[in-house]
């Protein structure tokens, strides 16, 4: 039962470029969306979030776009930086300060 | 910018063998959390916990697992008896509050069980 699934594994894209990452969730309980960047041997960081009676909210570079009639969120870096290259994982919770649910992450590069 | 720290960093273990996880977080958090990351996997949730007790915890949270906030600062995740699928990433994770808050984590332990 994945209830939060990122289709994408990887994603390429050229610095100075727009990076979308998808997400796609199926239990309609979550009420908030939030993704985080992880790089190797360190712990996620929380990087943006979005509430859902929301259907967008911006943070510097950082975009989080909600289509809850789709069940779809998406995250846009822009401009891209090589530095953003890492793994990025979207996740859903519900108000109660329960568990986070986790996608499966997409790897992103940013070529110089 | 206050931390979750989590120690050891590696941790090596005979199978069979108990192991105590810690973590101390961010002061003035209320909830707290254990993910785990098995290689190449997701992060999977472990437990929750508020106010002494715990809240909510996974299918893998079984009778071999435990946690404890033993001092009001460190927070610890024991496995009773390590078995090999155990071995991953261990992440301690809090927040201030409901509301949607992100994750605090720690940077994580990594358990290999021989």
């Known amino acids: 039962d994945q209830q939060v699934k990122q289709n994408s594994p990887s994603l390429s894209v050229q610095e100075g470029r727009i990076s979308i990452l998808n997400c796609d969730y199926t239990?309609?309980?979550?009420?908030?969306f939030l993704w985080y960047k992880k790089y190797p041997a360190e712990g996620p960081t929380f990087l943006i979030s979005?509430?859902?009676?929301?259907d967008k909210n911006e943070d510097g570079r950082f975009t989080v776009f909600l289509n809850k009639s789709a069940k779809h969120l998406s995250l846009h870096i822009v401009p891209s930086q090589p530095g953003d290259s890492a793994v990025y994982f979207c996740?859903?919770?519900?108000?109660?300060?329960?568990?986070?649910?986790f996608g499966d992450g997409t790897t992103l590069t940013v070529k110089p | 910018e206050p931390e979750v720290t989590q120690t050891p960093s590696h941790q090596v273990t005979q199978m069979g063998q108990e192991v105590i996880l810690r973590c101390v977080p961010i002061?003035?958090?209320?909830?707290f959390y254990w993910y785990r990351q098995i290689l190449g996997q997701k992060v999977e949730f472990l437990v929750s916990f508020y106010n002494n007790e715990i809240s909510e915890k996974s299918e893998i949270f079984d009778d071999q697992f435990s946690v404890e906030r033993p001092d009001g600062s460190n927070f610890t995740l024991k496995i009773r008896s390590t078995k090999l699928e155990d071995s991953a990433m261990y992440f301690c994770a809090s927040i201030p509050d409901r509301g949607g808050y992100g994750y605090t984590f720690g940077s994580g332990t990594r358990l290999t069980v021989v």
């Open positions: 996740a859903a919770t519900p108000l109660r300060a329960g568990k986070s649910t």
């Open positions: 002061s003035n958090h209320l909830y």
């Open positions: 239990n309609s309980m979550f009420d908030y």
């Open positions: 979005i509430s859902s009676i929301k």
